[in-house]
């Protein structure tokens, strides 16, 4: 099974008692997976997909918020699952209950879009989450990339999904996918934060432990790169101050340099591969890093001033 479809196995099972959060997620699955038709004068709307416990959700939600009866079948032509309602008054009354019938008695235009009077508790902006992405949400494995996205049949329907999320702080985005309109997070953390307010809690941990591993593992690999670039420079370092020694020696100017050069000159050449410290522990008496530094950068200094990396120089 896939990670969005533990999600959504998950979220087919979050309990909705409260009527007003019943008609939210409603509202959300109508506009996401819902059609409606007139057939000789009669409307008729199905609410469908391919998850038969999805199904079963769709017809309790209608029974539990309007006293609406529906029956769960499956068509094996399209193999998916249809909740239909086609008695007229049934029909009427989820349209009245989710306001798309004013109480002018006239059908909002734009069907797609949930009434914002449904959506005015946090509760309830919540399950119309929920419902959209029961609809057409899905999120991939965090193993291989975060990504969140809520499908969406028009723009209007796509700002509205994204106006919710924005009131829980989340900075969703849209795009244009083929002749669908797509909700979508890429960072982690949001896409935590959406698991939560959607009531995913068992996917919201398990994410949150991919996440773990994956940012120790970042950590790891930013210190093992920090360390290697160290080692290089270092030796790196110590090589270019060989050079110079031995320059200064083959053109017989070490001798005559202070005693605290030619003592750090032959220290670094005996032990090449000595750290500053090491080096600095070394000395007699011993000598800080600063001091280490500084007579190593006066002995590169004195071999450049003797003409150390000239090209004539260095055959």
Do not use: W
């Amino acid at each position: 099974m896939s990670f969005s479809s533990e999600v959504k196995k998950e979220l087919l099972a979050v309990e909705v008692k409260q009527r007003h959060c019943q008609l939210a997620e409603l509202a959300a699955l109508l506009s996401g997976s819902g059609e409606a038709v007139i057939q000789d004068g009669q409307m008729r709307v199905a609410l469908m997909t391919e998850n038969e416990q999805a199904a079963v959700r769709y017809a309790r939600l209608l029974q539990q918020a309007g006293g609406i009866a529906a029956q769960v079948t499956h068509t094996k032509q399209k193999s998916a699952y249809r909740v239909e309602l086609s008695d007229e008054e049934a029909v009427e009354k989820l349209f009245l209950m989710l306001r798309i019938i004013g109480s002018d008695g006239r059908m909002r235009k734009d069907l797609t879009l949930a009434d914002g009077l449904l959506l005015q508790k946090s509760c309830c902006k919540r399950a119309f989450l929920r419902g959209a992405f029961l609809a057409g949400g899905s999120i991939s494995n965090p193993k291989k990339s975060y990504h969140f996205e809520i499908v969406c049949c028009g723009q209007a329907k796509a700002e509205q999904v994204r106006e919710q999320l924005g009131c829980f702080g989340l900075d969703a985005r849209i795009v244009s996918r083929k002749k669908h309109e797509v909700v979508y997070l890429k960072e982690g953390s949001q896409i935590v934060d959406a698991l939560n307010i959607m009531g995913a809690h068992t996917a919201l941990m398990d994410l949150e432990n991919v996440r773990i591993i994956k940012e120790m593992r970042n950590d790891i690999n930013r210190i093992v790169n920090c360390e290697t670039a160290n080692i290089n420079k270092t030796v790196h370092a110590a090589y270019r101050q060989q050079e110079a020694i031995r320059y200064l020696s083959r053109q017989g100017l070490l001798k005559e340099l202070p005693r605290q050069l030619q003592e750090i000159a032959a220290l670094r050449m005996e032990y090449p591969q000595a750290t500053i410290q090491e080096l600095g522990g070394y000395c007699c008496p011993p000598v800080g890093k600063s001091g280490v530094n500084h007579r190593l950068r006066r002995l590169e200094e004195a071999a450049q001033k003797a003409g150390y990396g000239k090209r004539d120089d260095q055959s």
